[in-house]
Nanobody, 116 residues
Framework: QVQLVESGGGLVQPGGSLRLSCTASRDIFSINTMGWYRQAPGKQRDLVAVITSGGSVNYADSVKGRFTISRDNAKNTVYLQMNSLKPEDTAVYYC??????????WGQGTQVAVSS
């Protein structure tokens, strides 16, 4: 069992930056995949970025070049650095973890709003 707690959301102007953090309740060294999804009002939950235990990353096309995902195994934490934010990035951002043995886990979400 893994509990995931997100932090770092908030209101930012277009072009601004935020860094989201997701801290797990246990060591993440053995968690195969961790990442971030987002869900805007009235839309489905979509992948933003994921990172494997080996360091491989994958990004949604809409955030490539603007967002960077990283993981710090010593701190049991995954980060999402978001730069050049746009109004269309407004959503609730959810932390995600997956292992082949125990399946998927989700955080409760953190709101990101991009508006002038």
């Amino acid at each position: 069992q893994v509990q995931l707690v997100e932090s770092g959301g908030g209101l930012v102007q277009p072009g601004g930056s935020l860094r989201l953090s997701c801290t797990a309740s246990r060591d993440i060294f053995s968690i195969n995949t961790m990442g971030w999804y987002r869900q805007a009002p009235g839309k489905q939950r979509d992948l933003v970025a994921v990172i494997t235990s080996g360091g491989s990353v994958n990004y949604a096309d809409s955030v490539k070049g603007r967002f960077t995902i990283s993981r710090d195994n010593a701190k049991n934490t995954v980060y999402l650095q978001m730069n050049s934010l746009k109004p269309e990035d407004t959503a609730v951002y959810y932390c995600y973890a997956w292992t082949p043995r125990t399946g998927s886990y989700w955080g409760q979400g953190t709101q990101v709003a991009v508006s002038s």
